[in-house]
């Protein structure tokens, strides 16, 4: 498993435990981050984002993924784990 796989494991758990059983995150590419079919709110989105951010470090990684967020034109990063995945591992 590489760092990456490891820092989103711990993120999605880290969150998980904290969502009801209902609307907890999958560990697949699919599973949506952002918008309509997504079980988080914004302020589950920013907790998952954050939680990740942190793993990351902990994996060595020094990625600004907050501010990544913020910005509208990276919408398409944040739809879903994959993408946000395949983000990740194109500047790793």
Do not use: H, W
Not at 45 to 60: D, I, N, P, Y
């Amino acid at each position: 498993m590489s760092k990456i796989d490891i820092a989103f494991r711990t993120a999605i758990d880290e969150v998980n435990c904290q969502l009801p059983a209902s609307v907890r995150l999958s560990y697949s590419d699919d599973q949506p981050l952002a918008g309509d079919d997504s079980p988080l709110d914004s302020l589950g989105v920013l907790l998952f984002v954050t939680a990740l951010e942190s793993s990351l470090r902990t994996q060595g990684f020094g990625l600004d993924l907050v501010n990544l967020l913020m910005d509208v034109d990276n919408a398409p990063v944040f739809s879903n784990i994959g993408s946000l995945r395949a983000y990740l591992v194109g500047r790793a």
